[in-house]
Structures are given as C-alpha cells and as structure tokens.
C-alpha cells in the first residue's frame, strides 16, 4: 500500500502549460505501476495516462496524446503529468493512482478498478 499526495494544479489560461506532481509514500514506489485520472463535474472518471514501475513504458489517452505527458523520478518518489496547450474542457479533478501490475499482462493499466491506491485529487481549471 501506498500513500499519494498531488499538487501543482490551479488556475491556467487556455493554451498555457502546467505540471502536476504526485508524491509517493514508503521505499517500495518503484514496485508500483502509477497513472493520473481526472473527473469533471457530472462525468465519469477518465483515464489520463499510465507508466510502468521503471519509467522506461508511457501511454496517454488517444485525445490527450502530443499534449499530455506522463513521467516519473523513483529516486523521488514522484510521477509528473505535463500538460501543455491547455483547452477548457481539461477543466477536472486530477487524481494520480498506484497499481500492481506486471509486464506479462500485455498492456498497462488503463481502468480505474486496476488501480489500488489514489491521491486525495488537485484542482485544475482552465479558462477560455
């Protein structure tokens, strides 16, 4: 189990850029798969992006691909989601999530009920 604490999210102009964090508790974070979500008002949480447990294999959502952009340090403990060309309907909360996951399954995880572990959410809105 691992304990997640995003930040970075506030208030950005259309078009403009911004970098999430999300801070990962306990010595075994490079054993976890990680992936953000995000959920806007009346609408079901969202797949954003995944990352295998070392980095080396990223996948952003169809929509979001050339914009977004998933990353980790393990040596800190932290996955990062870039986010560039802001549009108004990224409005959403933002959660980053843990996963058990492994190679031989033949994808990452992409469905919110495969995560196990998720942060309390950062609030990103953008204006039009």
């Known amino acids: 189990q691992v304990q997640l604490v995003e930040s970075g999210g506030g208030l950005v102009q259309a078009g403009g850029s911004l970098r999430l964090s999300c801070a990962a508790s306990?010595?075994?974070?490079?054993?976890?798969?990680m992936g953000w979500f995000r959920q806007a008002p009346g609408k079901e949480r969202e797949f954003v992006a995944a990352?295998?447990?070392?980095?080396?294999?990223?996948y952003a959502a169809h929509s979001l691909e050339g914009r977004f952009t998933i990353s980790r340090d393990n040596a800190k403990n932290t996955v990062y989601l870039q986010m560039n060309s802001l549009k108004a309907e990224d409005t959403a909360v933002y959660y980053c999530?843990?996963?058990?996951?492994?190679?031989?399954?033949?994808?990452?995880?992409?469905?919110?009920?495969?995560?196990?572990?998720w942060g309390q959410g950062t609030q990103v809105t953008v204006s039009s």
């Open positions: 306990g010595r075994a974070f490079n054993m976890y798969y």
């Open positions: 990352i295998n447990s070392r980095g080396s294999s990223q």
């Open positions: 999530a843990a996963a058990v996951w492994k190679l031989d399954r033949g994808r990452l995880p992409t469905l919110s009920n495969e995560y196990a572990s």
